[in-house]
């Protein structure tokens, strides 16, 4: 990942813009710390987004219980 100075973001802002549409992720810095990303948009499937969680399937019950019997509601007369 490219890391950048904030005042070179600022100056160079369009041309950072084109290299992260490339598909490139820059690290903006302050003091030499990470203070923002620049990355890609893409859209993400919840897949994607649980990955972590699926990584080891031994740890997870995957297995749906079964549903409870109906309840009787009472109308709305009573």
Not at 25 to 37: C, D, L, N, P, Q
Not at 39 to 55: H, I, L, Q, T
């Amino acid at each position: 990942m490219k890391s950048v100075p904030i005042v070179e973001a600022k100056a160079h802002f369009s041309a950072l813009l084109a290299e992260v549409e490339a598909g490139k992720e820059i690290a903006v810095t302050r003091h030499g710390k990470v203070i923002a990303r620049l990355v890609p948009d893409y859209p993400r499937k919840a897949a994607e987004a649980f990955r972590d969680f699926w990584s080891d399937a031994n740890e997870i019950d995957l297995v749906a219980h079964e549903d409870l019997p109906a309840e009787d509601v009472p109308s709305l007369d009573d």
